[in-house]
Protein backbone atom coordinates (compact mmCIF):
# COMPACT_ATOMS: atom_id res chain seq x y z
CA UNK A 1 0.00 0.00 0.00
CA UNK A 2 2.78 2.49 0.75
CA UNK A 3 4.21 1.75 -2.58
CA UNK A 4 0.89 2.45 -4.34
CA UNK A 5 0.36 5.82 -2.25
CA UNK A 6 3.75 6.33 -3.47
CA UNK A 7 2.91 6.00 -7.34
CA UNK A 8 -0.26 8.07 -6.52
CA UNK A 9 1.53 11.32 -5.23
CA UNK A 10 3.84 10.92 -8.17
CA UNK A 11 1.23 11.23 -10.60
CA UNK A 12 -0.31 13.71 -9.01
CA UNK A 13 2.47 15.48 -8.64
CA UNK A 14 2.74 15.43 -12.86
CA UNK A 15 -0.61 16.12 -13.37
CA UNK A 16 -0.40 19.08 -11.26
CA UNK A 17 2.92 20.23 -12.67
CA UNK A 18 1.23 19.97 -16.46
CA UNK A 19 -1.62 21.90 -15.49
CA UNK A 20 0.49 24.48 -14.19
CA UNK A 21 2.75 24.33 -17.51
CA UNK A 22 0.11 25.03 -19.42
CA UNK A 23 -1.33 27.50 -17.37
CA UNK A 24 1.81 29.43 -18.08
CA UNK A 25 1.88 28.46 -21.58
CA UNK A 26 -2.10 30.13 -21.84
CA UNK A 27 -0.91 33.21 -20.49
CA UNK A 28 2.54 33.57 -21.94
CA UNK A 29 0.44 33.19 -25.49
CA UNK A 30 -2.68 35.49 -24.60
CA UNK A 31 0.46 38.01 -23.72
CA UNK A 32 2.13 37.72 -26.56
CA UNK A 33 -1.12 38.32 -28.96
CA UNK A 34 -1.79 41.44 -26.81
CA UNK A 35 1.33 43.22 -26.51
CA UNK A 36 3.26 41.97 -29.47
CA UNK A 37 1.71 44.65 -32.05
CA UNK A 38 4.47 46.71 -33.29
CA UNK A 39 4.81 50.11 -31.88
CA UNK A 40 3.72 52.91 -34.24
CA UNK A 41 5.23 55.59 -32.11
CA UNK A 42 8.33 53.92 -32.58
CA UNK A 43 8.58 54.97 -36.10
CA UNK A 44 11.58 57.67 -36.27
CA UNK A 45 13.64 59.58 -38.68
CA UNK A 46 16.53 57.41 -40.24
CA UNK A 47 17.00 54.15 -42.41
CA UNK A 48 13.83 51.81 -43.46
CA UNK A 49 15.22 48.69 -41.84
CA UNK A 50 14.72 45.53 -44.92
CA UNK A 51 16.49 42.64 -42.67
CA UNK A 52 15.60 39.82 -44.83
CA UNK A 53 15.62 36.77 -42.35
CA UNK A 54 13.88 34.29 -44.45
CA UNK A 55 12.48 33.59 -48.07
CA UNK A 56 9.90 35.76 -49.62
CA UNK A 57 6.59 34.25 -50.88
CA UNK A 58 3.25 35.07 -52.54
CA UNK A 59 1.65 34.08 -49.27
CA UNK A 60 3.25 33.37 -45.97
CA UNK A 61 2.63 29.89 -44.20
CA UNK A 62 0.10 29.86 -41.26
CA UNK A 63 2.46 29.27 -37.92
CA UNK A 64 1.02 25.99 -36.17
CA UNK A 65 1.40 27.08 -32.71
CA UNK A 66 1.88 23.54 -30.99
CA UNK A 67 4.19 22.41 -33.39
CA UNK A 68 6.08 25.52 -32.92
CA UNK A 69 6.49 24.88 -29.07
CA UNK A 70 7.41 21.14 -29.79
CA UNK A 71 9.80 22.38 -31.95
CA UNK A 72 13.51 22.61 -31.45
CA UNK A 73 14.06 25.73 -33.92
CA UNK A 74 11.16 28.47 -34.61
CA UNK A 75 9.52 28.44 -38.11
CA UNK A 76 11.47 30.03 -40.71
CA UNK A 77 10.89 33.69 -41.54
CA UNK A 78 8.61 34.46 -44.84
CA UNK A 79 8.07 37.49 -45.91
CA UNK A 80 5.21 38.49 -48.00
CA UNK A 81 6.12 40.06 -51.72
CA UNK A 82 2.96 42.65 -51.71
CA UNK A 83 4.05 44.26 -48.32
CA UNK A 84 7.79 44.61 -48.71
CA UNK A 85 7.13 46.06 -52.57
CA UNK A 86 4.81 48.66 -50.92
CA UNK A 87 6.84 49.29 -47.87
CA UNK A 88 9.69 49.97 -50.02
CA UNK A 89 7.70 52.31 -52.36
CA UNK A 90 5.83 53.69 -49.40
CA UNK A 91 9.30 54.64 -48.11
CA UNK A 92 10.18 56.43 -51.13
CA UNK A 93 7.05 59.38 -50.38
CA UNK A 94 8.06 59.14 -46.88
CA UNK A 95 9.76 62.04 -45.04
CA UNK A 96 11.08 60.37 -42.31
CA UNK A 97 12.96 57.79 -44.28
CA UNK A 98 16.19 58.99 -45.37
CA UNK A 99 17.52 56.05 -46.74
CA UNK A 100 16.70 52.35 -47.65
CA UNK A 101 19.11 49.51 -46.20
CA UNK A 102 18.96 46.02 -47.45
CA UNK A 103 19.92 43.53 -45.30
CA UNK A 104 20.65 40.04 -47.10
CA UNK A 105 22.89 38.00 -44.66
CA UNK A 106 20.28 35.28 -44.03
CA UNK A 107 17.52 35.66 -47.47
CA UNK A 108 17.02 32.22 -48.22
CA UNK A 109 15.60 33.14 -51.64
CA UNK A 110 11.93 33.94 -53.30
CA UNK A 111 10.73 33.46 -56.46
CA UNK A 112 12.29 35.46 -59.79
CA UNK A 113 8.73 38.00 -60.84
CA UNK A 114 8.86 38.54 -56.51
CA UNK A 115 12.26 39.38 -57.00
CA UNK A 116 11.77 41.69 -59.96
CA UNK A 117 8.76 43.36 -58.69
CA UNK A 118 10.92 44.30 -55.28
CA UNK A 119 13.71 45.35 -57.39
CA UNK A 120 11.38 47.95 -59.42
CA UNK A 121 10.39 49.07 -55.89
CA UNK A 122 13.97 49.89 -55.26
CA UNK A 123 14.66 51.66 -58.48
CA UNK A 124 11.36 54.12 -57.39
CA UNK A 125 13.17 54.60 -54.11
CA UNK A 126 16.54 55.56 -55.68
CA UNK A 127 14.72 57.64 -58.23
CA UNK A 128 12.90 59.61 -55.62
CA UNK A 129 16.68 60.65 -54.01
CA UNK A 130 16.59 57.69 -51.20
CA UNK A 131 19.77 55.84 -50.95
CA UNK A 132 19.68 51.78 -51.50
CA UNK A 133 22.27 50.17 -49.69
CA UNK A 134 22.45 46.34 -49.51
CA UNK A 135 24.60 44.04 -47.20
CA UNK A 136 24.95 40.76 -47.25
CA UNK A 137 27.94 38.45 -46.36
CA UNK A 138 27.48 35.92 -49.20
CA UNK A 139 25.52 36.86 -52.25
CA UNK A 140 23.41 34.25 -54.44
CA UNK A 141 21.15 34.41 -57.02
CA UNK A 142 17.76 35.76 -55.76
CA UNK A 143 19.57 37.95 -53.18
CA UNK A 144 21.85 39.26 -55.67
CA UNK A 145 18.59 40.21 -57.80
CA UNK A 146 17.79 42.63 -55.08
CA UNK A 147 21.17 44.15 -54.49
CA UNK A 148 21.77 44.81 -57.84
CA UNK A 149 19.24 47.38 -57.49
CA UNK A 150 20.90 49.38 -54.56
CA UNK A 151 22.81 52.44 -54.69
CA UNK A 152 25.87 51.01 -53.04
CA UNK A 153 26.40 47.46 -52.83
CA UNK A 154 28.38 45.62 -49.57
CA UNK A 155 30.26 42.52 -49.17
CA UNK A 156 31.42 41.00 -46.16
CA UNK A 157 35.93 40.73 -45.78
CA UNK A 158 34.69 36.90 -45.35
CA UNK A 159 31.79 36.22 -48.35
CA UNK A 160 31.60 36.93 -51.63
CA UNK A 161 29.25 36.26 -54.77
CA UNK A 162 28.53 33.59 -56.15
CA UNK A 163 25.99 33.19 -59.13
CA UNK A 164 24.88 29.70 -60.29
CA UNK A 165 22.33 30.62 -62.86
CA UNK A 166 19.04 28.12 -62.99
CA UNK A 167 19.18 24.61 -63.44
CA UNK A 168 19.83 21.22 -62.15
CA UNK A 169 19.43 17.42 -62.06
CA UNK A 170 16.64 15.37 -61.71
CA UNK A 171 16.66 12.22 -59.61
CA UNK A 172 15.64 8.72 -61.92
CA UNK A 173 14.26 6.13 -59.92
CA UNK A 174 13.55 3.12 -62.80
CA UNK A 175 16.74 1.30 -62.58
CA UNK A 176 16.30 1.47 -58.41
CA UNK A 177 12.56 0.16 -59.25
CA UNK A 178 13.36 -2.44 -61.36
CA UNK A 179 15.91 -3.32 -58.70
CA UNK A 180 13.72 -3.81 -56.08
CA UNK A 181 10.86 -5.05 -58.47
CA UNK A 182 8.25 -2.52 -57.97
CA UNK A 183 5.82 -2.03 -60.57
CA UNK A 184 5.26 1.57 -60.82
CA UNK A 185 1.94 2.18 -62.75
CA UNK A 186 1.99 5.13 -64.65
CA UNK A 187 -0.93 7.18 -65.93
CA UNK A 188 -0.89 10.20 -68.23
CA UNK A 189 -1.68 12.59 -71.38
CA UNK A 190 0.97 15.01 -72.51
CA UNK A 191 4.25 14.21 -74.47
CA UNK A 192 6.16 16.57 -71.72
CA UNK A 193 4.27 15.53 -68.39
CA UNK A 194 7.98 14.82 -67.90
CA UNK A 195 6.71 14.29 -63.97
CA UNK A 196 6.51 11.38 -64.23
CA UNK A 197 9.57 10.02 -66.25
CA UNK A 198 11.73 9.76 -63.34
CA UNK A 199 9.40 6.24 -62.66
CA UNK A 200 9.45 5.37 -66.22
CA UNK A 201 13.10 6.40 -67.61
CA UNK A 202 16.95 6.48 -66.62
CA UNK A 203 17.70 9.38 -67.82
CA UNK A 204 15.50 12.63 -69.06
CA UNK A 205 13.97 12.49 -72.68
CA UNK A 206 14.52 14.37 -75.52
CA UNK A 207 11.39 16.27 -75.76
CA UNK A 208 11.42 17.29 -71.84
CA UNK A 209 15.01 18.32 -72.43
CA UNK A 210 14.53 20.65 -74.73
CA UNK A 211 11.54 21.95 -73.14
CA UNK A 212 13.45 21.95 -70.33
CA UNK A 213 16.36 24.36 -72.04
CA UNK A 214 14.29 26.87 -73.55
CA UNK A 215 12.38 27.48 -70.39
CA UNK A 216 15.48 27.88 -68.66
CA UNK A 217 17.41 29.94 -71.05
CA UNK A 218 14.58 32.32 -70.99
CA UNK A 219 14.78 32.81 -67.18
CA UNK A 220 18.51 32.97 -67.57
CA UNK A 221 18.40 35.72 -70.17
CA UNK A 222 15.39 37.59 -68.00
CA UNK A 223 17.79 37.61 -64.59
CA UNK A 224 20.31 38.61 -66.36
CA UNK A 225 18.77 41.24 -68.16
CA UNK A 226 17.13 42.78 -65.18
CA UNK A 227 20.94 42.60 -63.31
CA UNK A 228 22.26 44.32 -66.31
CA UNK A 229 19.54 47.38 -66.48
CA UNK A 230 20.32 47.91 -62.84
CA UNK A 231 24.07 47.59 -62.71
CA UNK A 232 25.77 47.90 -66.23
CA UNK A 233 29.04 47.50 -64.57
CA UNK A 234 28.62 43.76 -63.21
CA UNK A 235 30.51 41.71 -65.12
CA UNK A 236 28.02 38.47 -64.98
CA UNK A 237 29.60 36.24 -68.44
CA UNK A 238 33.03 36.68 -66.67
CA UNK A 239 31.76 35.39 -63.50
CA UNK A 240 29.54 32.74 -64.48
CA UNK A 241 31.75 31.78 -67.78
CA UNK A 242 34.70 30.80 -66.13
CA UNK A 243 34.14 30.60 -62.19
CA UNK A 244 37.53 29.00 -61.27
CA UNK A 245 39.70 31.07 -63.62
CA UNK A 246 37.76 34.45 -61.92
CA UNK A 247 38.23 33.48 -58.59
CA UNK A 248 41.82 32.70 -59.15
CA UNK A 249 42.68 36.07 -60.32
CA UNK A 250 41.85 37.43 -57.13
CA UNK A 251 44.05 35.12 -55.22
CA UNK A 252 41.10 33.11 -54.05
CA UNK A 253 39.79 35.51 -52.12
CA UNK A 254 36.04 35.89 -53.03
CA UNK A 255 35.02 39.17 -51.72
CA UNK A 256 37.71 40.80 -53.85
CA UNK A 257 36.43 38.59 -56.81
CA UNK A 258 33.30 40.25 -56.17
CA UNK A 259 34.50 43.36 -56.16
CA UNK A 260 36.79 43.07 -59.79
CA UNK A 261 33.94 41.72 -61.69
CA UNK A 262 31.68 44.98 -60.37
CA UNK A 263 29.46 43.30 -58.57
CA UNK A 264 30.07 45.11 -54.83
CA UNK A 265 31.46 48.32 -54.48
CA UNK A 266 32.55 47.99 -51.20
CA UNK A 267 34.29 45.12 -48.92
CA UNK A 268 33.41 45.97 -44.93
CA UNK A 269 32.21 44.98 -42.06
CA UNK A 270 28.60 44.72 -40.54
CA UNK A 271 30.42 47.64 -38.35
CA UNK A 272 31.63 49.54 -41.21
CA UNK A 273 28.76 49.37 -42.90
CA UNK A 274 26.49 50.85 -40.24
CA UNK A 275 28.74 53.94 -40.06
CA UNK A 276 28.19 54.36 -43.79
CA UNK A 277 24.61 54.03 -43.20
CA UNK A 278 24.58 56.21 -40.23
CA UNK A 279 26.52 59.07 -42.23
CA UNK A 280 23.44 58.98 -44.34
CA UNK A 281 20.34 58.32 -42.45
CA UNK A 282 21.60 59.41 -38.77
CA UNK A 283 22.87 57.91 -35.61
CA UNK A 284 21.41 56.04 -33.47
CA UNK A 285 21.39 57.73 -30.20
CA UNK A 286 19.80 55.52 -28.34
CA UNK A 287 22.47 52.90 -29.05
CA UNK A 288 26.09 52.57 -27.75
CA UNK A 289 26.95 49.57 -29.81
CA UNK A 290 29.24 50.29 -33.06
CA UNK A 291 27.69 50.19 -36.53
CA UNK A 292 23.90 51.52 -34.86
CA UNK A 293 22.26 54.20 -36.93
CA UNK A 294 18.97 55.04 -36.64
CA UNK A 295 16.30 53.31 -38.64
CA UNK A 296 12.56 51.56 -38.83
CA UNK A 297 11.51 48.19 -38.72
CA UNK A 298 9.68 46.78 -41.58
CA UNK A 299 7.02 45.55 -39.74
CA UNK A 300 6.96 49.01 -37.54
CA UNK A 301 6.51 50.53 -40.96
CA UNK A 302 3.97 48.67 -42.36
CA UNK A 303 1.63 49.14 -39.04
CA UNK A 304 2.00 52.72 -38.95
CA UNK A 305 1.09 53.02 -42.70
CA UNK A 306 -2.23 51.04 -43.07
CA UNK A 307 -2.97 49.90 -46.99
CA UNK A 308 -6.28 52.64 -48.08
CA UNK A 309 -9.48 51.70 -47.50
CA UNK A 310 -11.72 54.08 -49.06
CA UNK A 311 -13.73 53.33 -52.20
CA UNK A 312 -15.25 50.54 -53.48
CA UNK A 313 -13.96 47.17 -52.73
CA UNK A 314 -11.96 44.64 -55.56
CA UNK A 315 -11.37 41.32 -53.91
CA UNK A 316 -8.25 39.54 -54.67
CA UNK A 317 -7.89 35.67 -53.62
CA UNK A 318 -4.25 34.32 -53.19
CA UNK A 319 -4.16 30.59 -54.44
CA UNK A 320 -0.60 30.07 -53.56
CA UNK A 321 1.37 26.43 -52.80
CA UNK A 322 0.27 22.90 -53.95
CA UNK A 323 -3.47 22.99 -54.98
CA UNK A 324 -4.86 20.15 -52.85
CA UNK A 325 -7.85 18.66 -51.37
CA UNK A 326 -9.28 20.29 -48.48
CA UNK A 327 -8.88 23.13 -46.08
CA UNK A 328 -4.99 23.54 -45.87
CA UNK A 329 -3.29 26.63 -46.19
CA UNK A 330 -2.30 29.65 -46.14
CA UNK A 331 0.75 28.76 -47.91
CA UNK A 332 -0.50 26.07 -49.72
CA UNK A 333 -3.45 26.23 -51.63
CA UNK A 334 -6.65 23.95 -50.00
CA UNK A 335 -9.31 24.07 -52.39
CA UNK A 336 -12.33 23.98 -49.87
CA UNK A 337 -10.49 26.81 -47.98
CA UNK A 338 -10.24 28.83 -50.80
CA UNK A 339 -13.50 27.93 -52.06
CA UNK A 340 -15.32 29.20 -48.86
CA UNK A 341 -13.14 32.82 -49.14
CA UNK A 342 -14.60 33.31 -52.64
CA UNK A 343 -18.41 32.14 -51.32
CA UNK A 344 -18.29 34.40 -48.07
CA UNK A 345 -17.53 37.32 -50.40
CA UNK A 346 -20.56 36.66 -52.59
CA UNK A 347 -22.02 38.81 -50.13
CA UNK A 348 -19.53 41.35 -49.86
CA UNK A 349 -20.44 43.35 -53.03
CA UNK A 350 -17.07 43.62 -54.77
CA UNK A 351 -16.94 45.55 -57.80
CA UNK A 352 -14.45 43.09 -59.26
CA UNK A 353 -12.10 40.22 -58.55
CA UNK A 354 -8.01 39.24 -58.87
CA UNK A 355 -7.28 35.46 -58.61
CA UNK A 356 -3.51 35.87 -57.69
CA UNK A 357 -2.09 32.47 -58.57
CA UNK A 358 1.22 31.69 -57.46
CA UNK A 359 0.69 28.03 -57.88
CA UNK A 360 2.61 24.70 -59.62
CA UNK A 361 -0.94 23.17 -59.48
CA UNK A 362 -1.99 19.73 -57.45
CA UNK A 363 -5.04 18.06 -57.18
CA UNK A 364 -7.53 18.45 -59.82
CA UNK A 365 -10.58 18.18 -57.94
CA UNK A 366 -9.42 20.94 -55.60
CA UNK A 367 -8.64 23.01 -58.55
CA UNK A 368 -12.03 22.41 -59.82
CA UNK A 369 -13.58 23.47 -56.83
CA UNK A 370 -11.61 27.08 -56.71
CA UNK A 371 -12.92 27.41 -60.43
CA UNK A 372 -16.66 26.70 -59.90
CA UNK A 373 -16.15 29.11 -56.49
CA UNK A 374 -15.11 31.95 -58.69
CA UNK A 375 -17.74 31.26 -61.74
CA UNK A 376 -19.96 31.86 -59.03
CA UNK A 377 -18.69 35.49 -58.60
CA UNK A 378 -18.14 35.98 -62.42
CA UNK A 379 -22.00 34.91 -63.13
CA UNK A 380 -22.81 38.15 -60.60
CA UNK A 381 -21.18 40.10 -63.99
CA UNK A 382 -18.34 41.71 -62.23
CA UNK A 383 -15.05 42.14 -64.10
CA UNK A 384 -12.67 39.11 -63.13
CA UNK A 385 -8.91 38.93 -63.62
CA UNK A 386 -5.82 37.33 -63.20
CA UNK A 387 -2.64 37.95 -61.81
CA UNK A 388 0.26 35.44 -62.45
CA UNK A 389 3.42 35.61 -60.10
CA UNK A 390 6.07 33.33 -60.64
CA UNK A 391 4.37 29.94 -61.15
CA UNK A 392 0.77 29.40 -62.71
CA UNK A 393 0.93 25.86 -64.36
CA UNK A 394 -1.22 22.78 -64.49
CA UNK A 395 -3.77 23.21 -62.15
CA UNK A 396 -2.67 26.57 -61.26
CA UNK A 397 -3.37 27.49 -65.23
CA UNK A 398 -6.88 25.22 -64.73
CA UNK A 399 -8.10 27.95 -61.99
CA UNK A 400 -6.93 30.83 -64.35
CA UNK A 401 -9.27 29.66 -67.02
CA UNK A 402 -12.28 31.98 -65.81
CA UNK A 403 -10.45 34.77 -65.71
CA UNK A 404 -11.43 37.40 -68.89
CA UNK A 405 -7.93 38.98 -68.83
CA UNK A 406 -4.47 37.00 -67.73
CA UNK A 407 -1.77 39.21 -66.46
CA UNK A 408 1.63 37.70 -66.33
CA UNK A 409 5.21 38.87 -66.35
CA UNK A 410 7.94 37.35 -68.84
CA UNK A 411 9.83 35.07 -66.17
CA UNK A 412 6.10 33.80 -64.90
CA UNK A 413 6.10 29.78 -65.28
CA UNK A 414 2.66 28.56 -66.95
CA UNK A 415 0.85 25.98 -69.17
CA UNK A 416 2.10 22.63 -68.34
CA UNK A 417 -1.69 21.31 -69.20
CA UNK A 418 -1.60 18.26 -68.77
CA UNK A 419 -2.31 14.97 -66.24
CA UNK A 420 -1.09 12.20 -64.60
CA UNK A 421 -1.54 9.98 -62.14
CA UNK A 422 0.51 7.29 -60.74
CA UNK A 423 -0.09 3.97 -58.34
CA UNK A 424 2.72 2.03 -57.26
CA UNK A 425 2.36 -2.60 -56.69
CA UNK A 426 4.31 -4.56 -55.29
CA UNK A 427 3.03 -7.94 -56.19
CA UNK A 428 6.93 -9.08 -58.15
CA UNK A 429 8.73 -7.93 -54.77
CA UNK A 430 6.76 -9.70 -52.78
CA UNK A 431 6.43 -13.11 -54.90
CA UNK A 432 10.19 -12.91 -54.27
CA UNK A 433 9.40 -13.91 -50.45
CA UNK A 434 7.10 -15.82 -51.06
CA UNK A 435 3.96 -14.16 -51.08
CA UNK A 436 1.32 -14.47 -53.49
CA UNK A 437 -2.40 -13.93 -53.85
CA UNK A 438 -5.39 -15.72 -54.45
CA UNK A 439 -9.17 -15.93 -54.76
CA UNK A 440 -12.15 -15.10 -56.10
CA UNK A 441 -13.49 -11.49 -57.96
CA UNK A 442 -17.34 -11.02 -58.81
CA UNK A 443 -15.96 -8.25 -61.14
CA UNK A 444 -12.88 -7.31 -62.94
CA UNK A 445 -12.76 -4.32 -60.38
CA UNK A 446 -13.49 -6.49 -57.40
CA UNK A 447 -10.77 -5.43 -54.46
CA UNK A 448 -9.41 -3.53 -56.63
CA UNK A 449 -7.06 -1.47 -56.48
CA UNK A 450 -4.76 -3.93 -55.16
CA UNK A 451 -1.15 -2.87 -54.25
CA UNK A 452 -0.02 -6.17 -52.83
CA UNK A 453 -1.28 -8.51 -55.57
CA UNK A 454 -1.51 -6.29 -58.51
CA UNK A 455 -3.59 -4.33 -60.73
CA UNK A 456 -5.95 -5.97 -63.30
CA UNK A 457 -6.08 -5.05 -67.00
CA UNK A 458 -9.51 -3.41 -66.51
CA UNK A 459 -8.14 -1.06 -63.61
CA UNK A 460 -5.47 0.05 -65.86
CA UNK A 461 -7.54 0.64 -68.34
CA UNK A 462 -10.21 2.50 -66.50
CA UNK A 463 -7.85 4.67 -65.06
CA UNK A 464 -6.67 5.60 -68.31
CA UNK A 465 -9.27 6.91 -69.75
CA UNK A 466 -10.12 8.86 -66.48
CA UNK A 467 -6.83 10.47 -67.21
CA UNK A 468 -7.06 11.57 -70.76
CA UNK A 469 -11.15 12.33 -69.62
CA UNK A 470 -9.46 14.95 -67.64
CA UNK A 471 -7.12 16.45 -70.12
CA UNK A 472 -9.89 16.57 -73.01
CA UNK A 473 -11.95 18.81 -70.25
CA UNK A 474 -8.58 20.33 -69.50
CA UNK A 475 -7.77 21.67 -73.00
CA UNK A 476 -11.62 22.55 -73.50
CA UNK A 477 -11.65 24.92 -70.58
CA UNK A 478 -8.46 26.78 -71.44
CA UNK A 479 -10.05 26.43 -75.56
CA UNK A 480 -13.55 28.39 -74.19
CA UNK A 481 -11.26 30.80 -71.85
CA UNK A 482 -8.57 31.83 -74.87
CA UNK A 483 -10.65 31.61 -77.78
CA UNK A 484 -9.25 29.02 -79.00
CA UNK A 485 -9.94 24.95 -80.50
CA UNK A 486 -9.22 21.84 -77.99
CA UNK A 487 -6.98 21.16 -81.13
CA UNK A 488 -5.16 24.34 -80.89
CA UNK A 489 -4.58 24.41 -77.75
CA UNK A 490 -3.83 20.75 -77.37
CA UNK A 491 -0.57 21.49 -79.77
CA UNK A 492 0.15 24.15 -77.24
CA UNK A 493 -0.16 22.04 -73.85
CA UNK A 494 1.03 18.37 -73.83
CA UNK A 495 1.86 19.02 -70.22
CA UNK A 496 4.81 21.67 -71.80
CA UNK A 497 5.98 24.41 -69.19
CA UNK A 498 6.26 27.74 -70.94
CA UNK A 499 7.76 30.98 -69.97
CA UNK A 500 5.46 34.12 -69.55
CA UNK A 501 6.71 36.04 -72.61
CA UNK A 502 6.36 32.86 -74.80
CA UNK A 503 2.96 32.12 -73.07
CA UNK A 504 2.01 35.59 -74.16
CA UNK A 505 3.14 34.76 -77.80
CA UNK A 506 1.22 31.84 -77.97
CA UNK A 507 -2.02 32.79 -76.17
CA UNK A 508 -1.94 32.23 -72.81
CA UNK A 509 -1.30 35.26 -71.62
CA UNK A 510 -3.04 38.47 -72.35
CA UNK A 511 -0.42 40.84 -71.20
CA UNK A 512 2.53 41.86 -69.27
CA UNK A 513 1.82 43.16 -65.86
CA UNK A 514 1.80 42.64 -62.01
CA UNK A 515 -1.12 42.74 -59.55
CA UNK A 516 -1.52 46.25 -59.40
CA UNK A 517 -1.89 46.47 -63.09
CA UNK A 518 -4.60 43.62 -63.07
CA UNK A 519 -6.40 46.01 -59.76
CA UNK A 520 -5.95 49.00 -62.21
CA UNK A 521 -7.76 47.16 -65.23
CA UNK A 522 -10.74 45.45 -62.62
CA UNK A 523 -11.14 49.04 -61.51
CA UNK A 524 -11.55 50.27 -65.55
CA UNK A 525 -13.77 48.01 -66.39
CA UNK A 526 -16.04 48.38 -63.14
CA UNK A 527 -15.86 52.38 -64.42
CA UNK A 528 -14.12 53.32 -61.00
CA UNK A 529 -11.70 55.99 -60.73
CA UNK A 530 -8.34 56.49 -59.25
CA UNK A 531 -9.00 56.78 -55.39
CA UNK A 532 -12.39 55.24 -55.75
CA UNK A 533 -11.28 51.92 -54.90
CA UNK A 534 -9.62 49.53 -52.90
CA UNK A 535 -8.31 45.92 -52.72
CA UNK A 536 -9.69 43.74 -49.85
CA UNK A 537 -7.34 40.67 -49.47
CA UNK A 538 -9.85 37.99 -49.12
CA UNK A 539 -8.98 35.48 -46.39
CA UNK A 540 -5.83 37.78 -44.96
CA UNK A 541 -6.70 38.03 -41.60
CA UNK A 542 -3.56 38.13 -39.25
CA UNK A 543 -2.58 34.50 -37.28
CA UNK A 544 -3.36 35.78 -33.75
CA UNK A 545 -0.30 33.59 -32.70
CA UNK A 546 1.68 34.93 -35.46
CA UNK A 547 3.02 38.10 -33.64
CA UNK A 548 3.64 36.22 -30.70
CA UNK A 549 6.19 34.16 -32.81
CA UNK A 550 7.40 37.05 -34.40
CA UNK A 551 8.33 38.93 -31.13
CA UNK A 552 10.13 35.94 -29.77
CA UNK A 553 11.88 35.70 -32.63
CA UNK A 554 13.05 39.63 -33.02
CA UNK A 555 13.61 39.28 -36.36
CA UNK A 556 14.70 42.49 -37.29
CA UNK A 557 17.32 42.70 -35.03
CA UNK A 558 18.12 39.24 -34.52
CA UNK A 559 20.84 37.99 -32.43
CA UNK A 560 21.15 34.59 -34.02
CA UNK A 561 24.28 33.46 -35.16
CA UNK A 562 25.26 34.63 -38.81
CA UNK A 563 24.84 31.38 -41.40
CA UNK A 564 28.15 30.39 -43.12
CA UNK A 565 28.84 32.70 -45.69
CA UNK A 566 31.31 31.19 -47.86
CA UNK A 567 31.59 28.93 -50.81
CA UNK A 568 31.55 25.83 -48.79
CA UNK A 569 28.64 27.09 -46.39
CA UNK A 570 26.11 27.87 -49.05
CA UNK A 571 27.27 24.31 -50.99
CA UNK A 572 26.27 23.14 -47.59
CA UNK A 573 23.44 24.46 -47.12
CA UNK A 574 22.32 23.73 -50.93
CA UNK A 575 22.87 20.14 -49.88
CA UNK A 576 20.81 19.99 -47.14
CA UNK A 577 17.93 21.64 -50.17
CA UNK A 578 18.65 18.67 -52.11
CA UNK A 579 18.41 15.98 -49.58
CA UNK A 580 14.81 17.01 -48.90
CA UNK A 581 13.64 17.31 -52.16
CA UNK A 582 15.32 13.66 -52.87
CA UNK A 583 13.54 12.75 -49.48
CA UNK A 584 10.45 14.72 -50.88
CA UNK A 585 10.36 12.80 -54.33
CA UNK A 586 10.71 9.29 -52.19
CA UNK A 587 7.68 10.45 -50.17
CA UNK A 588 5.52 11.39 -53.41
CA UNK A 589 6.86 8.38 -55.15
CA UNK A 590 5.15 6.43 -52.25
CA UNK A 591 2.08 8.80 -51.57
CA UNK A 592 -1.53 8.36 -52.66
CA UNK A 593 -3.13 11.04 -54.83
CA UNK A 594 -5.79 10.83 -57.15
CA UNK A 595 -5.83 12.40 -60.81
CA UNK A 596 -2.94 15.75 -60.66
CA UNK A 597 -2.67 18.45 -62.89
CA UNK A 598 0.66 19.74 -61.42
CA UNK A 599 4.46 20.84 -62.51
CA UNK A 600 6.83 18.93 -59.86
CA UNK A 601 8.91 19.22 -62.62
CA UNK A 602 8.21 23.15 -62.79
CA UNK A 603 11.71 25.38 -61.45
CA UNK A 604 11.13 26.58 -58.65
CA UNK A 605 13.24 28.78 -55.56
CA UNK A 606 13.58 26.70 -52.11
CA UNK A 607 11.16 29.50 -51.34
CA UNK A 608 8.68 28.02 -53.17
CA UNK A 609 8.54 24.28 -52.12
CA UNK A 610 5.71 23.05 -51.64
CA UNK A 611 4.31 22.97 -47.94
CA UNK A 612 1.55 20.69 -47.41
CA UNK A 613 0.88 17.68 -48.22
CA UNK A 614 -2.36 15.83 -50.18
CA UNK A 615 -3.76 12.68 -48.25
CA UNK A 616 -5.49 10.13 -49.04
CA UNK A 617 -6.30 6.09 -49.30
CA UNK A 618 -5.49 3.86 -52.43
CA UNK A 619 -9.28 3.19 -52.35
CA UNK A 620 -9.81 6.59 -52.85
CA UNK A 621 -7.70 7.14 -56.15
CA UNK A 622 -10.41 5.56 -58.69
CA UNK A 623 -13.47 7.49 -56.86
CA UNK A 624 -11.05 10.63 -56.97
CA UNK A 625 -10.80 10.64 -60.51
CA UNK A 626 -13.97 9.17 -62.20
CA UNK A 627 -16.13 11.39 -59.59
CA UNK A 628 -17.99 14.03 -61.32
CA UNK A 629 -16.46 17.63 -61.43
CA UNK A 630 -18.75 20.56 -60.61
CA UNK A 631 -19.06 23.75 -63.57
Excluded at 434 to 453: E, F, M, N, W
Excluded at 592 to 609: E, I, K
Aim: proline share 4%; with cysteine; glycine share 12%.
Amino acid sequence: MAFARKVWKLLVAIKDGLALAFLLLFFILLYGVLSARPNVASVQDGALLVRLDGSVVEEPAMIDPLQTLLSSELPTHQYRARDLVRAIRGAAKDGHIKAVVLDLSRFTGGGQVHMQEIGAALDAAKAAKKPVLAYSLAYTDDGYLLAAHASEVWVDPLGGAFLSGPGGYTIYFRALLDRLKINYHVYRVGTYKDYVEPYLRKNQSDEARSARKELLAAMWEGWQADVNRARPKANIKLVTSDPVGWLKASGGDSAAAASAAGLVDHIGTRTEFGDRVAALAGKDDASKLPGAYAHTRLSTWLAANPEARAGKPIGVVTIAGNIVDGKAGPGSAGGDRIARLLDEALSKDLAGLVIRVDSPGGSVLASEVIRGAILRHKAKGIPVAVSMANLAASGGYWVSTPGQRIFAEPGTITGSIGMFATVPSFEKALAGYGVTGDGVRSTPLSGQPDIITGLTPEFDAMIQMGIENGYARFIGLVGKARGKTPEQVDAIAQGRVWDGGTARQIGLVDQFGGLDDALAWVAKQAKLEDGKWHAVYLGADANPYASLFERLRSDDESDAPEAAADFAGIVAARQQDHLARVLGEFERMLGARGAQALCVDCPVSAAQQPRAKAGGSWLALAAQIFAPLRD
